[in-house]
């Protein structure tokens, strides 16, 4: 399987990649490991170095590398050059803040001196999606490296370009050979490199289904694993909500890369006071985006990352409407050229709808009408997914109780799941485990050792 960089907003190939032999990929591995047993040992000033250009260098070449990302999976430009600058930051934020998430920690004991040193495992695996291709290998690879691991990178297959600049980046930013190594590969391989005795983890962003296989090879070997899944992320509006500011919150919610994340609101919960008037409303502001190319300043609906995306989504759009949903917006594609799918707001969706409990990665809300508080959450936790989630109401305090009962990972109070270096990134349920970002993703991959010695 060649990696085949296809740019979706006219479906025209890029570039091609031929994939790694199986005697590459043993010399690949090969190569971490014996990098691993000299950077485990390097200073963090050392690391540091390399972390800081490295996000000097995002900064410096932000429109070569948000052009790239643009180009090769339809991102809007102007989301593109947040996401690099997101990178800087969160590379900045470890090479700053490593030496001391990984201190050693004194433990309170009688009679002797205690401590947890954190050491780092060895070679990582980490299996990247393309919504976000530099951001998630970047919140992937900072912590690790700045631990004194060594990553290998198996990235989506339709960002190959992203996936080469990234690791030409490290190199070209002081990391030493085998430190960071993009790895282009087919599926078929994942397995067997996993399996290998010097691979010690596995990091997968990427769908429950991806997961749960990954997360089963890598249980048979007892190799430690962090799962970023899919989400179904509840969008909670209370009666008492400021309407105005809630509906500036759903258009972002929803239509971030194209709802193609998994954070992203997906589905709206709104208690029935407020629901005629958030329905007009929704529509009102989603109908106005306008659809085109995503290097356009002017753009506010990008394509979708393929056009097998487009027709996976609007087949799962069909079967819904088709089982009785209804059609506020939208509801198929546009009669033009790429990967582009209409704006879409479905509600009136029932439990045995194929949607319901369904993860749909693209413009399309779907709005549930609820009779109060208790319903919405109610309707927030039944689901398979718990990734993040946001409750909207003029009082904190209540919002705060609501929050607290919805079964997720993250909640935000008025605004949307969001992402920050400081912030812990994770899930629950079919959503994954670990956590990523935050001093959290530094201690994924790290080896909590004891050391005690009796007083003398």
């Not at 780092?120 to 912590?143: C, E, K």
């Not at 190959?160 to 190594?181: M, N, R, W």
């Not at 629901?275 to 306008?290: N, Q, V």
């Amino acid at each position: 399987m060649s990696y085949i960089s296809i740019n979706p907003f006219n479906n025209e190939q890029l570039k091609e990649y031929e994939p790694l032999t199986k005697e590459q990929v043993v010399q690949a591995i090969k190569q971490a490991e014996d990098a691993f047993q000299s950077w485990r040992y390097t200073s963090f000033e050392k690391r540091k170095a390399v972390m800081l250009k490295y996000a000097q260098q995002l900064r410096e070449r932000i429109e070569e590398f948000a052009e790239l990302i643009t180009l090769e999976m339809g991102k809007r430009i102007s989301e593109s050059r947040e996401e690099i600058n997101f990178c800087a930051e969160i590379a900045e934020f470890y090479a700053n803040g490593a030496e001391d998430f990984l201190a050693d920690q004194p433990m309170d004991v009688e009679d002797a001196d205690a401590y947890i040193q954190y050491a780092p495992l060895g070679v990582l695996l980490g299996i990247m999606p393309w919504n976000f291709p530099f951001y998630q290998v970047t919140r992937f690879a900072a912590p690790n490296i700045m631990a004194g691991n060594t990553v290998l990178v198996k990235h989506a297959s339709n960002v190959p370009q992203c996936a080469e600049a990234i690791h030409e980046l490290f190199a070209e930013c002081g990391a030493p050979e085998g430190v960071f190594t993009n790895l282009f590969i087919p599926k078929e391989f994942i397995n067997s490199v996993i399996e290998d005795n010097r691979i010690q983890g596995v990091s997968l962003t990427g769908s429950d289904r991806a997961g749960a296989i990954v997360a089963g090879e890598a249980g048979k070997e007892i190799k430690r694993s962090v799962l970023e899944l899919g989400g179904n992320d509840p969008f909670v509006v209370l009666e008492d909500a400021d309407l105005e500011h809630v509906i500036q919150m759903a258009v972002l919610g929803r239509m971030t890369n194209t709802g193609q994340s998994c954070a992203a609101s997906k589905r709206f919960i709104i208690v029935e006071d407020v629901a005629e008037k958030f329905l007009a409303a929704y529509r009102e502001e989603m109908s106005k985006l306008k659809l085109g190319d995503p290097l356009d300043p002017e753009t506010d609906v990008a394509p979708l990352s393929t056009e097998s995306a487009a027709v996976n989504l609007d087949n799962m759009v069909q079967k819904t409407i088709d089982a009785g949903a209804t059609v506020i917006l939208g509801g198929g594609r546009p009669e033009r050229e790429g990967a582009f799918y209409n704006p879409t707001i479905l509600t009136d969706i029932t439990p045995d709808m194929p949607t319901y409990d369904y993860e749909l990665f693209g413009p399309v809300a779907s709005v549930y009408v609820v009779k109060d508080e208790v319903e919405a959450i109610l309707v927030a936790n039944d689901s398979s997914y718990g990734l993040g989630g946001s409750v909207y109401s003029r009082d904190i305090d209540r919002a705060r109780r609501v929050a607290e009962q919805i079964n997720t990972g993250m909640v935000f109070i008025n605004q949307p799941t969001n992402s920050q270096a400081e912030l812990p990134f994770g899930g629950t349920k079919h959503s994954g485990y670990g956590r990523e970002l935050s001093h959290l993703g530094i201690l994924e991959f790290v080896n909590k050792k004891l050391i005690h010695a009796l007083k003398s």
